[in-house]
Nanobody
Framework: QVQFVESGGGLVHPGGSLRLSCTAS????????MHWYREAPGKQRHVVAS???????TYMDSVRGRFTISRDNTKNMVYLQMDSLKPEDTAVYYC????????WGQGTQVTVAS
């Protein structure tokens, strides 16, 4: 069974940084494009950053230049470095493939507030 475990969230002030981590198991990790999703209160869950098996990355417009996605295929891990955080980045962050597989991980809460 595919499993994802996310960590690294927390409470930060605007302008602060966090680094999220996700460990995947039960899959041939190196073959998959990995995505970070987020779900803000009252909004739908959506992809914010992606990294393919060759390391090519894409970002949604609102995080480009502030977030950096990366992966380590030797550890089955994907990361999201988040800098210059804004209150609108507040959400629960998840990793998954696309289309997403179930069950989702528990996610990690990111709260940006002063």
């Amino acid at each position: 069974q595919v499993q994802f475990v996310e960590s690294g969230g927390g409470l930060v002030h605007p302008g602060g940084s966090l680094r999220l981590s996700c460990t995947a198991s039960g899959m041939l990790f190196r073959l998959y494009t990995m995505h970070w999703y987020r779900e803000a209160p009252g909004k739908q869950r959506h992809v914010v950053a992606s990294v393919d098996s060759d390391g090519a990355v894409t970002y949604m417009d609102s995080v480009r230049g502030r977030f950096t996605i990366s992966r380590d295929n030797t550890k089955n891990m994907v990361y999201l470095q988040m800098d210059s955080l804004k209150p609108e980045d507040t959400a629960v962050y998840y990793c998954n493939i696309l289309p997403p597989t179930t069950p989702w991980g528990q996610g990690t809460q990111v709260t940006v507030a002063s």
